[in-house]
C-alpha cells in the first residue's frame, strides 16, 4: 500500500505561480511512476503530467507543456508540480496518482493509488 497527500494548494491570481507536493508514504516510492490528474468543479477528471520512477521520463497535457513541470524527490517520497504562468481554467482539484510500474499512462484507471487532492483557485 502507498498512501498519498497532496498539498500546496490555494488561492492565486492568474499569472501567479504555485507549487505542489505529492508526499507518499508506505511502500518503497521510488518503484512507482506518480501522476498529477486535475478535476474542475463538475466537469472529468483530465491528465496533467506524470513522472517515470526513475525521474528520466516525463509526459504532459498539451495545456500544461511550457507552464507546468513534474518532478520527483525520491529520498524525500515526494512529487512535485510547479504551476506557473496560471490561467483562471486551471482552476480545479488536484490530485496525484501511483501505479507500481516504470512509467504511468494518461489515463486515469491505470492508477492504484490517490490522494485526496488539493483545491486551487484563479482568480481573473
Known amino acids: 500500500q502507498v498512501q498519498l497527500e497532496e498539498s500546496g494548494g490555494g488561492f492565486v491570481q492568474a499569472g501567479g505561480s504555485l507549487r505542489l507536493s505529492c508526499a507518499a508514504s508506505g511502500r518503497t516510492f521510488s518503484n512507482y511512476a506518480v501522476a498529477w490528474f486535475r478535476q474542475p468543479a463538475e466537469k472529468e477528471r483530465d491528465f496533467v503530467a506524470v513522472?517515470?520512477?526513475?525521474?528520466?521520463?516525463?509526459a504532459y497535457a498539451d495545456f500544461a507543456k511550457g507552464r507546468f513541470t513534474i518532478s520527483r524527490d525520491n529520498a524525500k517520497n515526494t512529487v512535485y508540480l510547479q504551476m506557473n504562468s496560471l490561467k483562471p481554467e486551471d482552476a480545479a482539484v488536484y490530485y496525484c496518482?501511483?501505479?507500481?510500474?516504470?512509467?504511468?499512462?494518461?489515463?486515469?484507471?491505470?492508477?492504484?493509488?490517490w490522494g485526496r487532492g488539493t483545491q486551487v483557485t484563479v482568480s481573473s
Open positions: 496518482a501511483a501505479v507500481q510500474a516504470y512509467m504511468g499512462s494518461r489515463n486515469w484507471d491505470h492508477y492504484n493509488y
Open positions: 513522472v517515470s520512477w526513475s525521474s528520466s521520463i516525463t
